[in-house]
């Protein structure tokens, strides 16, 4: 599959056109290994390194239309991996704060996207379930590899009123998509679709 057939397949299941322009404008040849380039438009995950894996195009615009961005917003990407999420995220809000486990990728991520010209996103070592507290509030929270049972609550508390959080969630032997939304009296949760994610560690 190529960048256009993979574009116009995007377009028919992501009711968002904002969320495919983004993965339009982001080059995802940039956020895998050079032996991998060839295959950078395949809707499938690929290979970063570390047994870790960037994740699918159809799932990343999935995850960004369910935060249901605006240009103001300010998001934390956890499990940043290769940072081409964190990517298509920064086309969609003001500032990505990144967090990833493995310091390598981190860096390398911070690398790529550099070397993509993108500057409004920050990416940090260190464990994401416990998010960034010092820099929460955050608008949106996209949480890239799964959680057993729960949302961890420390990033549920990062949100800000209004706030919209997705992730990945394993619960009796199976993993959905989980969608919290935290209004003026709580939180709301969806169990949405199956997906397949790592764990988060
Ligand atoms: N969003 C990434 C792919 C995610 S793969 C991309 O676009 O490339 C999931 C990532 O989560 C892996 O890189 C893994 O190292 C990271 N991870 C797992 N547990 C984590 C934790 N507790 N904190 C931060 N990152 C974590």
Do not use: K, W
Request: aromatic share 2%.
């Amino acid at each position: 599959m190529g960048r256009d057939e993979l574009l116009r397949s995007l377009r028919t299941r992501i009711a968002d056109d904002r969320v495919v322009d983004a993965i339009a404008a982001v080059p995802r040849e940039h956020f895998v290994a050079p032996a991998l380039a060839a295959a950078a438009y395949v809707d499938a995950p690929l290979r970063i390194g570390g047994g870790q894996t960037i994740s699918q195009p159809t799932v990343v615009a999935r995850m960004c239309e369910l935060l249901e961005l605006s240009p103001t917003d300010r998001v934390l990407d956890v499990g940043s991996g290769s940072g081409y999420h964190a990517a298509v995220l920064s086309r969609l809000c003001a500032r990505v704060r990144g967090i990833e486990l493995d310091p390598r990728l981190a860096a390398r991520a911070a690398r790529s996207l550099a070397v993509a010209g993108i500057d409004n996103v920050t990416i940090c070592a260190g464990d994401g379930a416990l998010g960034l507290p010092g820099e929460a509030p955050f608008d949106a929270i996209n949480v890239a590899a799964t959680a057993r049972d729960v949302v961890p609550a420390a990033l549920e508390r990062q949100l800000a009123v209004g706030g919209r959080l997705v992730a990945p969630v394993a619960h009796d032997g199976r993993e959905h998509l989980v969608l919290v939304r935290r209004g003026p009296n709580g939180f709301e949760r969806h169990l949405l679709e199956p997906v397949r994610f790592v764990p988060l560690r």
